[in-house]
């Protein structure tokens, strides 16, 4: 079974802060994922990566930015976190990109104060 | 860009029943898939389809590529089938896939 974890459940962070939140996959995939849900709204892409330290921006890349160093390993950084970005993180991993689904992890619930 | 729009957005039934939710899209595509959501956040893949249709247990996925439409359903439903079902499409050679807002699916014993 394809297992993707993430860091943290839930985190609390003040506005300002650097946030890192950490995505491992044990699958070997070459693509990883990174959204955000939010009511309302639904899930939207913040960045992807189809290869070790190649990205590219999704729908919402503002404020953040991603770091692909290892295969297995794509992380979300929130530079300066703000209120705005309190949110649900969801990580994701697939094999291939047209024909494939996408395994998600638990995701983390993100809260700037 | 693709429009996908779920209905119905909430969805309250009796243990037993028959359950169907729909999705429709705005464009053509060249996947919808449909997944779960149970409280907690964690997402599940269902489905993935181009046609047709697929079944997996109690659940069924249905396409029609002419009408840009897709149902869920879920046969004898159960309490534990409560969840948030999404569905999702993929466009003809984009990777990126475009959500529904979801359906929140109450199933009472």
């Known amino acids: 079974d394809v297992k993707v974890t993430q860091s943290s459940r839930y985190l609390v962070k003040r506005t300002g802060e650097k946030v890192f939140l950490e995505c491992v996959q044990d699958?070997?995939?070459?693509?990883m994922f990174w959204y955000r849900q939010d009511p309302g709204l639904g899930l939207r892409l913040i960045y992807f990566s189809y290869d070790v330290k190649m990205k590219e921006k999704g729908d919402i890349p503002e404020g953040y930015s991603v770091s692909r160093e290892k295969k297995e390993r794509f992380s979300l950084i929130l530079e300066s976190a703000s209120t705005n970005q309190t949110s649900m993180y969801l990580c994701?991993?697939?094999?291939?990109?047209?024909?494939?689904?996408?395994?998600f992890g638990p995701g983390t619930r993100l809260t700037v104060l | 860009k693709n429009e996908v729009e779920q209905s119905p957005q909430n969805l309250t039934a009796q243990e037993g029943e028959f359950i169907t939710i729909n999705c429709s899209y705005s464009?053509?595509?060249?996947?919808l898939h449909w997944l779960q959501q149970h409280p907690g956040g964690g997402i599940v893949s269902l489905f993935m389809l181009s046609s047709g249709k697929k079944k997996h247990g109690r659940l069924i996925a249905t396409i029609n590529i002419q009408e840009k439409h897709s149902s869920l359903h879920i046969t004898a439903s159960h309490p534990r089938d409560s969840a948030v079902y999404i569905c999702a499409a993929r466009g003809g050679s984009n990777y990126k896939l475009t959500f529904g807002k979801g359906t929140l699916l109450t199933v009472n014993p």
């Open positions: 994701a991993s697939s094999p291939g990109l047209f024909f494939n689904e996408q395994f």
């Open positions: 699958m070997d995939h070459e693509n």
């Open positions: 464009v053509g595509i060249s996947a």
